[in-house]
């Protein structure tokens, strides 16, 4: 894994030599340089091994997606702010099928330094409003329940949410 900043000097470098290449009449050479300097620009804002861990993750292949978690080292200096919360989110949806205490760490963490999408925003929160309600902190866990319910646009968490509400009622 490149650092984030040697990722955008190797666009910058592409970009020049696709400049470059104009200059010399290789305009096919140009365009395909320049086309090419997007991808160090993607992979700066979209981590790789974050992307192949949520790959694991879609085939339940809990593991796998450690394993490529693993290779991010020192999180806070090589990823960007949004990329360090999914790293987090990542953790605490593996932890949250076996330690409850600290994916509730990841969890807030995640929600702290920001999701780029509403749906991963009101898992989160859906998560952490089930820590809560084992907690028996039945206050917290309904505040965390009905921001994940306005977070959840496209009703893909609206049985979950139902079912823990029901539980609520229980306690």
């Known amino acids: 894994m490149f650092h984030k900043n040697i990722k955008l000097i190797i666009a910058g470098l592409i970009i020049v030599t696709g400049i470059w290449q104009f200059t010399e009449s290789n305009i096919g050479n140009g365009i395909f340089l320049i086309l090419l300097s997007g991808i160090p620009v993607f992979l700066y804002f979209k981590n790789e091994f974050i992307l192949l861990a949520f790959l694991k993750l879609r085939k339940q292949d809990f593991e796998g997606a450690k394993k490529w978690l693993a290779y991010i080292k020192n999180p806070e200096t090589a990823l960007v702010r949004k990329q360090q ?47 809560a309600m084992t907690r028996r902190r039945k206050l917290e866990a309904t505040s965390l329940l009905n921001e994940a319910k306005k977070l959840d646009k496209q009703n893909m968490l609206k049985d979950q949410i139902v079912m823990m509400k029901e539980q609520m009622k229980k306690i």
Request: neutral net charge; proline residues 0%.
């Open 85 to 131: 919360g999914y790293f987090n989110y990542l953790h605490g949806i593996m932890l949250s099928q076996t330690n409850i205490n600290q994916a509730e760490k990841y969890f807030k963490k995640a929600i702290e330094l920001g999701l780029s999408m509403d749906m991963d925003l009101a898992v989160a929160k859906l998560n952490l409003a089930g820590v």
